[in-house]
């Protein structure tokens, strides 16, 4: 019998003969009502300790063997593709996070928003789409959520109804529910490569240039301090892993992010990561009492996945007495406002100098700004390079040294666009120079422009 036969006999007691339905139904409530029959019925014919113990691979392939016998027990019929899908989406429900695992094993996916649960939408190459996955109910997305927070000691309830958290494999993760979301549950998921992207992809992919890779690998290696600005989105953590590749191997490099995100390849990293309070309050370990303690950790580099708050005060003290080379991100829109969101949060940090001294801490900390964006087709670019030369009375002056300029859109959205250098030869070559680094002087011709 098919699937709403199977809903009728459930109730009635009887059974039917019927033909198997043609129809797709793994969208359904029958469809789900049977999946959470099944679902329960395996929770209680298996040994969780035991499977945990097995391999993935194994793993899977009991549970199928499972769900297939209690399939042939319920005495549902159901066609190919919906017998292949429920022992699929129950294998993900057990092992994985539901009707999230196909998204998450698309390497297309850049992002996974889930806007209750009834509407999920993906982000593939810039843009935002619709997708035809859902959850049964708001509790089933509620299950998910609670399986992912869960596995780093946080968790979600009505007292504390936001929380962030990462993935095993480095995506970042944020989930808000009631009685702050009006809707059902939502779920944020920020994908992250399993295999890092390398300055190869970037070039590849046009977000910069061969030169200006080649410029900025040196800028690393020279222990250049250097803050990455640029919107939500926009790819400050992919730049900054991108860029933390040129680092030597045999320094040692401390990490200190919200949620763990930088995949750095060196043998010698220390990874740090924020502990939000516990129900009473309490235990919470923010970015600056962790930036406070790396300073005891002999660190040769400091990254800082993102400067947000009062945590500037200690960093900008740190890439001025001794550890250079330190690198960090912040949220901006332009190099100009990512030195005046420093200058803010330094006044957040409790620190009463008089503005100019604070601008002169931050001008001899930060020796380049880069900043990139998010344009409107969806790709991600550097738009603009620029060094911090010093002070000029109150205000901090810099110049730029690169920079992409968008000369129109095409007709089927593409930004059109070039590189190009704007002919100023920065005061930091002479920081390349001494630690022997050379670039070619065509990086600075402004004659050369690139697509």
Same mark, same amino acid.
């Given at each position: 019998?098919?699937?709403?036969?199977?809903?009728?006999?459930?109730?009635?007691?009887?059974?039917?003969?019927?033909?198997?339905?043609?129809?797709?139904?793994?969208?359904?409530?029958?469809?789900?009502e049977?999946?959470?029959?099944?679902?329960?019925?395996?929770?209680?014919?298996?040994?969780?300790?035991?499977?945990?113990?097995?391999?993935?691979?194994?793993?899977r392939?009991?549970?199928?063997?499972?769900?297939?016998?209690?399939?042939?027990?319920?005495?549902?019929?159901?066609?190919?593709?919906?017998?292949?899908?429920?022992?699929?989406d129950?294998?993900?429900?057990?092992m994985?996070?539901?009707?999230?695992?196909?998204?998450?094993?698309?390497?297309?996916?850049?992002?996974?928003?889930?806007?209750?649960?009834?509407?999920?939408?993906?982000?593939?190459?810039?843009?935002?789409?619709?997708?035809?996955?859902?959850?049964?109910?708001?509790?089933?997305?509620?299950?998910?959520?609670?399986?992912?927070?869960?596995?780093?000691?946080?968790?979600?309830?009505?007292?504390?109804?936001?929380?962030?958290?990462?993935?095993?494999?480095?995506?970042?993760?944020?989930?808000?529910?009631?009685?702050?979301?009006?809707?059902?549950?939502?779920?944020?998921?920020?994908?992250?490569?399993?295999?890092?992207?390398?300055?190869?992809?970037?070039i590849?992919?046009?977000?910069?240039?061969?030169?200006?890779?080649?410029?900025?690998?040196?800028?690393?290696?020279?222990?250049?301090?250097?803050?990455?600005?640029?919107?939500?989105?926009?790819?400050?953590?992919?730049?900054?892993?991108?860029?933390?590749?040129?680092?030597?191997?045999?320094?040692?490099?401390?990490?200190?992010?919200?949620?763990?995100?930088?995949?750095?390849?060196?043998?010698?990293?220390?990874?740090l990561?924020?502990?939000?309070?516990?129900?009473?309050?309490k235990?919470e370990?923010?970015?600056?009492?962790?930036?406070?303690?790396?300073?005891?950790?002999?660190?040769?580099?400091?990254?800082?996945?993102? %400067?947000?708050?009062? #945590? @500037? =005060?200690? /960093?900008?003290?740190?890439?001025? &007495?001794?550890? $250079?080379?330190?690198?960090? +991100?912040?949220?901006?829109?332009s190099?100009?406002?990512a030195?005046?969101?420093?200058?803010?949060?330094?006044?957040?940090?409790?620190?009463?100098?008089p503005?100019?001294?604070?601008?002169?801490?931050i001008?001899?900390?930060?020796?380049?700004?880069i900043?990139?964006?998010?344009?409107?087709?969806?790709?991600?670019?550097? %738009?603009?390079?620029? #060094? @911090? =030369?010093? /002070?000029?009375?109150?205000?901090? &002056?810099?110049? $730029?040294?690169?920079a992409? +300029?968008?000369?129109?859109?095409?007709?089927?959205?593409?930004?059109?666009?070039?590189?190009?250098?704007?002919?100023?030869?920065?005061k930091?070559?002479?920081?390349?120079?001494?630690?022997?680094?050379?670039v070619?002087?065509?990086?600075?011709?402004?004659?050369?422009?690139?697509?």
């Amino acid at each position: 019998m098919n699937l709403r036969d199977w809903k009728q006999s459930a109730k009635s007691g009887t059974k039917s003969s019927d033909s198997v339905t043609e129809s797709r139904l793994a969208a359904t409530p029958e469809y789900y009502e049977l999946k959470a029959k099944l679902h329960n019925q395996l929770l209680g014919r298996i040994d969780l300790e035991v499977l945990g113990s097995m391999a993935p691979e194994r793993l899977r392939e009991e549970l199928g063997t499972l769900v297939e016998k209690l399939l042939a027990e319920s005495g549902v019929a159901l066609n190919a593709v919906e017998h292949k899908k429920m022992i699929q989406d129950i294998q993900n429900e057990v092992m994985g996070l539901g009707p999230l695992e196909p998204l998450l094993a698309d390497s297309t996916v850049s992002d996974i928003l889930v806007n209750g649960p009834g509407k999920v939408y993906v982000e593939r190459h810039g843009r935002i789409e619709l997708t035809d996955v859902v959850f049964s109910d708001a509790a089933h997305l509620m299950k998910v959520i609670d399986k992912i927070v869960s596995r780093i000691g946080r968790r979600i309830d009505e007292s504390s109804p936001m929380v962030d958290a990462r993935l095993p494999d480095g995506s970042r993760v944020n989930a808000i529910i009631a009685p702050l979301a009006l809707e059902g549950p939502l779920l944020s998921i920020r994908r992250f490569a399993v295999v890092p992207l390398r300055v190869e992809d970037l070039i590849k992919g046009k977000s910069i240039t061969p030169e200006l890779a080649q410029l900025l690998a040196g800028m690393v290696r020279a222990k250049m301090n250097i803050l990455i600005s640029g919107g939500t989105g926009s790819g400050k953590t992919t730049l900054l892993n991108v860029m933390s590749s040129a680092i030597p191997a045999n320094e040692r490099i401390v990490t200190i992010e919200d949620a763990a995100e930088l995949q750095l390849q060196q043998p010698h990293v220390v990874r740090l990561e924020t502990r939000p309070p516990n129900i009473e309050g309490k235990g919470e370990v923010n970015q600056r009492a962790l930036v406070r303690n790396t300073l005891r950790m002999r660190p040769d580099r400091i990254i800082l996945g993102e %400067v947000r708050g009062a #945590e @500037v =005060v200690d /960093m900008l003290q740190a890439m001025n &007495t001794g550890h $250079e080379g330190s690198m960090t +991100t912040v949220h901006a829109n332009s190099p100009r406002d990512a030195l005046t969101r420093l200058e803010n949060m330094a006044g957040m940090g409790g620190m009463t100098i008089p503005p100019k001294a604070m601008r002169q801490q931050i001008s001899s900390a930060i020796m380049a700004i880069i900043q990139i964006a998010r344009l409107t087709d969806g790709r991600r670019k550097l %738009v603009s390079l620029q #060094e @911090v =030369v010093g /002070m000029e009375g109150d205000i901090i &002056t810099m110049q $730029e040294v690169y920079a992409y +300029t968008q000369t129109g859109v095409a007709d089927d959205g593409t930004v059109l666009g070039h590189f190009g250098a704007t002919g100023v030869r920065p005061k930091f070559m002479a920081r390349l120079r001494a630690y022997g680094i050379s670039v070619p002087d065509e990086t600075f011709d402004q004659n050369r422009t690139y697509e």
